[in-house]
């Protein structure tokens, strides 16, 4: 499935705890960077830039600030790229991680005596790949990445290609890495790249191969990357749990056999772009659905948690975004698919910015509210409340700071739709709670004219627009206070389509 940028999960399921969710009600665990992004391969180094000081030679340890800043990657690092990223690394305790990788990774040939980072109209492969590819990794200041390896050429071509691309791979990620990966989606390998009978113990043999192989070049290139504690990989990035390849099988054939998997990745979508019945308010305004496609990962997340050996290991959505197949314009790039994305906690959605023309899609938005709710505690816990009202259509959590115990956040979304050039009255929805007497909320928005608007959104009154190259500016009203009174009862007021974070400020 093809996709330009979506992020990694929120979710990070980890097995060891006994509370994977039976239903998503429980607490998650999280990682530090639990709103990060994955990047099409092809799409890197317009959303990175290139680094062309480091291209004469300086290449490590630069200080990006004395980069070129401009919001065209085509010359010098991408500043709007890293002040859309900085936003939510400084909610969070991390700068997002960045995955590059996708459908690309598995198309892409190294050519070694190409001067273009990327060049789509080479002879060998639907895209070759220079020695400059590598310098974008120096673009983003204190950010891991993940760099997927071409699986899907079986052959020498492939494999000469995939040593030449380890090689420099890791000079430009030492200190930067966070997994391999290699191989995106096998099971839609199936018949194409592979035979229909591809089993678990062919992939898993075809996996010993290849990274036994990017084991080798490893110590002969970077050695200090070629031991237990750097030589991971995130896998199986299989595309669906209706898959071809079964999830269990290939764990059950020695896929960790070495105990080199450190995440276990799957990839999620709420539907496919272009298939009937696909809208707004049935396929992602829709918490109910949310809380099932959850529940599915949870269930496969328990499965290979109980496997021997595997109980330990973190179950990621390494690649989830709303509709699949490049997503569909008028749903995916919406208000209404940020919505979509705080309340599936990942913050999500196709594109959430465009490098290159200059936009921040309306998705930026779901992400940067997921991270204001989570905020810097790695000790987050969150509680799903159910509501005495409909339950698809209304979403709220709580969110507790662990070393205290004490709730500190409440999200709000109210999915009813509400189309702006219908220019009807917007309708809205009262929410009532019962918290601590006295307390007082800080009241953060995420607002649009209706769930159908493309631009126009704001999140706490600030616009992260590229006119002000992703940076916060003050646009609507903000600094909205809910003051409680002695009784405990907090009644927030919510518009169709909209949705508030509220923080609490003082109790
Ligand atoms: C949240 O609560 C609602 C209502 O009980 C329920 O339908 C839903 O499954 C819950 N969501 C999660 C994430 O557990
Ligand atoms: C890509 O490679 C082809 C074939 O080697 C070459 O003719 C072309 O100029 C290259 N394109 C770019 C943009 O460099
Ligand atoms: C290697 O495999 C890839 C993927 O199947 C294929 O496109 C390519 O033509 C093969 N190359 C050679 C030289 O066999
Ligand atoms: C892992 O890689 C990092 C970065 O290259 C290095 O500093 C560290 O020493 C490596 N760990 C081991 C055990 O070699
Ligand atoms: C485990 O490591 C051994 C020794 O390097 C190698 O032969 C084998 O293929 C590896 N197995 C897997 C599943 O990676
Ligand atoms: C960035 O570059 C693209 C392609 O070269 C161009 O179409 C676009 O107008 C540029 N954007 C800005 C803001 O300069
Ligand atoms: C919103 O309303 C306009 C005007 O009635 C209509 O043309 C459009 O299809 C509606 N959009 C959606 C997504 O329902
Ligand atoms: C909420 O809707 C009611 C009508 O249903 C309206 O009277 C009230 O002004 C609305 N409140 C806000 C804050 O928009």
Not at 29 to 58: C, R, T, W
Not at 77 to 105: E, F, W
Not at 154 to 162: E, M, P, W
Request: some cysteine; aromatic content about 10%; overall charge neutral.
């Amino acid at each position: 499935m093809k996709t330009v940028l979506v992020p990694i999960a929120v979710f990070c399921l980890l097995a060891a705890t006994a509370t994977i969710p039976t239903t998503s009600s429980t607490k998650p665990d999280l990682l530090s960077s639990y709103v990060s992004f994955s990047i099409e391969l092809e799409g890197f180094v317009n959303y990175a830039g290139e680094n062309h000081q480091s291209s004469k030679g300086l290449l490590r340890g630069i200080d990006v600030k004395l980069c070129t800043v401009t919001g065209n990657s085509s010359s010098g690092v991408n500043q709007y790229s890293i002040n859309l990223l900085q936003n939510l690394g400084s909610a969070m305790s991390s700068m997002p991680v960045i995955r590059v990788g996708g459908n690309t990774a598995d198309e892409v040939i190294y050519q070694s005596s190409q001067r273009d980072a990327l060049n789509f109209s080479c002879p060998v492969a639907k895209i070759c790949m220079g020695p400059s590819f590598f310098d974008s990794y120096q673009a983003f200041p204190n950010t891991l990445f993940s760099h997927g390896f071409n699986m899907a050429w079986n052959n020498d071509t492939g494999y000469t290609s995939l040593k030449q691309t380890v090689a420099k791979a890791c000079k430009a990620l030492e200190n930067k890495l966070s997994t391999w990966e290699f191989g995106n989606e096998p099971d839609l390998y199936l018949g194409r790249l592979r035979p229909s009978d591809w089993s678990p113990s062919a992939y898993v043999a075809n996996w010993k191969d290849g990274t036994e192989m990017i084991f080798k070049q490893l110590q002969e290139t970077c050695p200090s990357l070629a031991n237990a504690a750097n030589f991971t990989f995130m896998a199986p990035s299989i595309a669906g749990n209706a898959a071809k390849l079964s999830p269990t099988g290939v764990f059950s054939a020695g896929l960790d056999a070495n105990k080199t998997i450190s995440e276990v990745s799957f990839h999620n979508y709420m539907g496919i772009a272009g298939s009937s019945g696909t809208s707004l308010q049935h396929t992602l305004m829709n918490h109910e659905k949310n809380v099932a496609k959850l529940d599915e990962h949870g269930q496969l997340a328990r499965q290979i948690a109980a496997m021997p050996g595997m109980s330990s290991i973190p179950y990621i959505l390494g690649e989830t975004n709303s509709l699949a197949g490049g997503g569909a314009s008028g749903i995916s790039n919406t208000f209404g698919a940020a919505l979509w994305g705080l309340d599936f906690n990942v913050g999500a959605s196709y594109a959430a910015w465009n490098p290159s023309e200059g936009a921040t899609f309306a998705p930026y938005y779901g992400h940067l509210a997921a991270a204001k709710f989570m905020g810097k505690s790695q000790l987050r816990a969150v509680l799903n409340i159910s509501l005495s009202e409909d339950n698809s259509l209304n979403s709220a959590y709580a969110g507790y700071n662990t070393l205290t115990g004490g709730l500190d956040k409440i999200a709000i979304i109210n999915f009813r739709f509400y189309n702006s050039s219908t220019k009807a009255a917007r309708d809205n929805s009262t929410y009532t709670f019962k918290v601590m007497p006295s307390s007082n909320w800080a009241i953060e928005r995420l607002e649009a004219a209706g769930a159908e608007s493309v631009t126009g959104v704001t999140f706490g009154g600030y616009a992260y627009e590229y006119s002000t190259m992703g940076q916060p500016k003050l646009v609507a009203r903000n600094g909205e206070v809910a003051k409680v009174g002695l009784d405990g009862i907090l009644h927030m007021t919510v518009l169709d389509s909209t949705a508030a974070i509220l923080s609490l400020q003082s109790s």
